[in-house]
């Protein structure tokens, strides 16, 4: 089965990383959002697992989209890497923007001082190291 690992397998192995570790990152980078000092221990809580289950939705979607652009019937097995690449330009994509229209749009919510922005996008680091490493070690767990 070593090559031939079942697409399902697959997708549910990573809906299973994505799931714990946007849940572990959601609240690992808490503190570098105002709500950490303005919100409730019952707003952080919900936050978390209202940002969690939005990530979750941005993964399995982007993982989608690229499967369905670059995705061949032996996916898997044949087009792995390419269809991971796109699943994660196209999460950080969307984060990008999200960040954006959350923060200077809506002001939905807010980065505090010690938040690292990237210049010329001002978004937050770790939003973007999030769509980074996550996927990148979802894809390399959910296939080994």
Excluded: K
Aim: hydrophobic share 55%; with cysteine; glycine share 10%.
């Amino acid at each position: 089965m070593s090559g031939t690992r079942n697409w399902l397998q697959v997708l549910r192995r990573y809906l299973l990383f994505i799931a714990a570790g946007n849940l572990a990152w959601e609240f690992a980078h808490m503190p570098l959002y105002t709500l950490w000092e303005t919100g409730t221990t019952e707003q952080i809580i919900l936050y978390g697992l209202h940002c969690t289950a939005g990530d979750i939705l941005i993964a399995l979607s982007a993982l989608a989209v690229a499967l369905f652009v670059l995705g061949t019937p032996a996916w898997p097995g044949e087009g792995y890497v390419r269809v991971g690449i796109i699943a994660v330009v196209l999460g950080l994509g969307y984060t990008i923007f999200s960040e954006w229209l959350n923060i200077e749009i809506r002001e939905a919510w807010a980065y505090r001082d010690i938040m690292p922005v990237i210049p010329l996008i001002g978004a937050g680091l770790t939003p973007m190291l999030q769509w980074i490493v996550l996927p990148v070690l979802g894809l390399w767990w959910a296939r080994r």
